[in-house]
């Protein structure tokens, strides 16, 4: 009897050992792993996620820019609030501080050094003859690396800036969110570059994307949530620019060979991700396809309660309501002695997914948000609080 009852514990036993070993170490450990408690968010990227960078250094998005959510100007290209706004809300954070923005800025919860405009290679041209931002990803990388080790000597002199510099240790907690590459695509277009000029800079352009990530690391950084690149070929101001034959244009309405290349890019960037996992044995790293979302939100936008995707909400004139003369708050005339504001908002901006001809709403942000927090969209397919853990 004694030697039945043995037999018996030893087989659960190896049942419980098999099972375990079969688990990823992560869950193996973990049966129900904690969701993530992220005490700030350090952001880079363009105008996707650019709280006020570029408006702090050429001057404020006028409105009505930021008039749905804000009711002023925000610094934000957009009616409201950008996708980082939504995450930033998510574990109950502030909205993230553009680090060029020094008034009134808290940064104990994290900074936004994104600008719009921004490119991962740093461009040729100046921010006037091209509108191309000067601060790209490296010079973003710097800004980010003076700010880590400055934060904590300026934190120790006063305890005023206890209150408004993030803690040492809150650099290895934070959540790093990158989201840029759009323009360092229409750049090529719009210096005349052929489709496969662009499609063969890529690589040194994710080159480059790859020592920023390796460098942030370095600086501590361990939870990453990257963002590829949405689908350029749907905007107005590719579609109006950019020349395309009726033939390359798809169901949606969108120019082809600028989707093209933009998979293309997010397939390389994709494989970028999978060698940083390899290379940053520390590093939780998801990668979050937000291409596929709001390529949904442009194909199908009255299954999603949205009209008009591929017209600008805000600006005057043309097929696509975009000029890049007269943007969006911009361009005045004089009517009968009253002036009259011809880059004007729509009616109703909660039903349009374009805002300004290259950004969206605030509305179709929180759509892509609501689409992408729960990991339907990422690789590993793990929602937005879990980003913090590795073998999920």
């Known amino acids: 009897m004694e030697s039945h009852?043995?037999?018996?514990?030893?087989?659960?036993?190896?049942?419980?050992?098999?099972?375990?070993?079969?688990?990823?170490?992560?869950?193996?450990?973990?049966?129900?792993?904690?969701?993530?408690?992220?005490p700030a968010i350090f952001n880079f990227g363009d105008s996707n996620s650019d709280t006020g960078g570029l408006s702090a250094v050429y001057g404020q998005a006028p409105l009505p820019h930021g008039e749905t959510f804000f009711h002023k100007?925000?610094?934000?290209?957009?009616?409201?609030?950008?996708?980082?706004?939504?995450?930033?809300?998510?574990?109950?954070?502030?909205?993230?501080?553009?680090?060029?923005?020094?008034?009134?800025?808290?940064?104990?919860?994290?900074?936004?050094f994104a600008t719009a405009g921004s490119t991962v290679r740093p461009q040729n041209t100046t921010f006037r003859q091209t509108g191309y931002s000067p601060i790209s990803l490296d010079v973003q990388y710097n800004e980010f690396y003076d700010f880590h080790?400055?934060?904590?000597?300026?934190?120790?002199?006063?305890?005023?800036?206890?209150?408004?510099?993030?803690?040492?240790?809150?650099?290895?907690?934070?959540?790093?969110?990158?989201?840029?590459?759009?323009?360092?695509?229409?750049?090529?277009?719009?210096?005349?570059?052929?489709?496969?000029?662009?499609?063969?800079?890529?690589?040194?352009?994710?080159?480059?994307?790859?020592?920023?990530?390796?460098?942030?690391?370095?600086?501590?950084?361990?939870?990453?949530?990257?963002?590829?690149?949405?689908p350029v070929g749907c905007l107005p101001y590719v579609l109006e620019r950019l020349p395309y034959t009726a033939a390359e244009v798809d169901k949606a309405g969108c120019a082809s060979p600028y989707n093209e290349v933009a998979k293309f890019f997010n397939q390389a960037l994709k494989e970028v991700v999978v060698q940083l996992r390899k290379e940053l044995s520390l590093a939780a790293i998801t990668y979050v396809d937000v291409y596929s979302a709001k390529y949904s939100i442009i194909s199908e936008p009255k299954k999603h309660g949205f009209e008009q995707p591929l017209v600008a909400c805000c600006g005057h004139g043309g097929k696509y309501n975009y000029n890049q003369n007269?943007?969006?708050?911009?361009?005045?005339?004089?009517?009968?002695?009253?002036?009259?504001?011809?880059?004007?908002?729509?009616?109703?901006?909660?039903?349009?997914v374009n805002w300004d001809g290259i950004h969206f709403t605030e509305a179709a942000n929180k759509w892509v948000y609501d689409q992408i927090v729960n990991g339907a969209f990422s690789d590993p397919p793990i929602p937005l609080n879990m980003a913090c853990h590795r073998n999920i």
Request: overall charge positive; aromatic content about 12%; charged content about 20%.
């Open 73 to 112: 100007a925000s610094g934000r290209y957009c009616d409201g609030r950008l996708v980082i706004d939504f995450i930033a809300e998510s574990f109950g954070l502030p909205y993230l501080s553009a680090y060029l923005d020094a008034i009134g800025s808290n940064f104990s919860h994290g900074a936004n």
């Open 326 to 352: 007269i943007g969006c708050g911009w361009g005045k005339i004089k009517v009968k002695g009253k002036e009259i504001l011809l880059g004007k908002s729509c009616e109703n901006p909660s039903v349009w």
């Open 149 to 230: 080790s400055r934060s904590q000597t300026v934190r120790s002199k006063d305890e005023v800036f206890k209150k408004l510099l993030p803690k040492a240790e809150v650099f290895s907690e934070a959540l790093y969110t990158i989201d840029i590459g759009q323009n360092d695509l229409t750049a090529g277009y719009f210096l005349n570059m052929t489709i496969s000029e662009v499609k063969a800079y890529v690589p040194d352009v994710l080159d480059q994307f790859k020592k920023i990530v390796e460098n942030i690391y370095g600086q501590g950084g361990r939870y990453f949530w990257i963002h590829n690149t949405g």
């Open 5 to 38: 009852c043995l037999n018996h514990v030893m087989t659960i036993i190896f049942a419980a050992l098999t099972v375990s070993l079969l688990l990823p170490p992560c869950l193996a450990t973990q049966p129900n792993p904690s969701p993530c408690k992220f």
